[in-house]
């Protein structure tokens, strides 16, 4: 699994298409866990930036 942060900005489409998504078919986005889709954007965005 691999997540994409498409959008930073909440409540924009493309922000909706953020999420986890398998690497080898595709699928996605998923919510893994209890994690809130936000929660996971930031995350997202400390590991891209490090």
Do not use: D
């Not at 489409?13 to 699928?27: L, T, V």
């Not at 986005?29 to 400390?46: D, I, K, N």
């Amino acid at each position: 699994m691999i997540h994409k942060c498409i959008s930073q900005v909440p409540g924009t489409a493309q922000f909706r298409k953020n999420g986890w998504y398998c690497e080898s078919c595709g699928i996605g986005p998923l919510q893994l866990g209890s994690f809130s889709e936000a929660e996971a954007a930031r995350t997202a965005l400390v590991l891209m930036n490090k």
